[in-house]
């Protein structure tokens, strides 16, 4: 039987409405994109590192051991966590149950979100945590890590909405002639860094951020809405004459529990 053309058009209405559906609250939430970035400029041992952002935790689903799976499978030399891992202080032995899963002997840097604070989350709680995973929480503090016989700085950032970020504080004890790496949870305290970082002499190789979930809901590109401390950045690259910064748009997801035009990412650099 020929279908007229109103016909035609509801079909093709409710076919289009089923997609949306299904992209949005199944295939962009959980089938994770692995983006890859080289930013070794030429080294010989390359660092291995992977940004997990927003996790968002609540339970461990099928996903979760999915990412745990490539992680362990990547073997990165170090992984960074930054910010918006848990919502409330309820959910603290969740990061131990996702970080069961992932090799031990991987070493985990995080840092802290805004969730972890409008959810008072107890942070000496937060880091013994972090530290029997073989984890450290930097809260405007640096650490060196050794990795293929080279050394990088990796300095972490308090939340920019609910903590006091300070990236001079974070940096007093820092090497210098060594790369830097920012963990920085809101791209909006970018420009502070970028500052600070000129006036003392010590542009970072990059600068890792999250936050903003890519919009989780964009059309065209364009978020229905963003967060506070996003700053007008979405997701991605963007560089200046100081510095390269990554928006992530991080695993899960705030408020509505589904994403469109912003597929969840976890990402791979090399350094």
Partial sequence: MKLNRRRFFQKFILGVMGFVVIDSYWLERYFISWTEFDLAEGEAEKIKAIQLS???????????KSIANRINEERPDVLFITGDTIEHRRDVPIIKE??????????????????????????DTLKTTYSEQNGQLLINKSRLLKAKGREINIVGIDDYVGGVPDFTKACQTIDKSRPIIILNHCPAYRETIDIQAKAMKMPPLTILSG???????TFFGKPLFMPRGAGGYIK??????TSKMYVSKGVGTAIL????GARAEASIFYL
């Fill in 54 to 64: 927003d996790l968002h935790l609540k339970e461990i689903k099928y996903y979760h």
């Fill in 98 to 123: 996702f970080l069961d899963l992932i090799a031990k002997k991987i070493p985990k840097i995080a840092i802290l979100g805004n969730k972890e604070y409008s959810g008072k989350i107890d942070l």
């Fill in 211 to 217: 936050h903003t979930h890519g919009g989780q809901i």
């Fill in 236 to 241: 991605g690259w963007y560089t200046n004459n």
């Fill in 257 to 260: 529990p589904l994403r469109f």
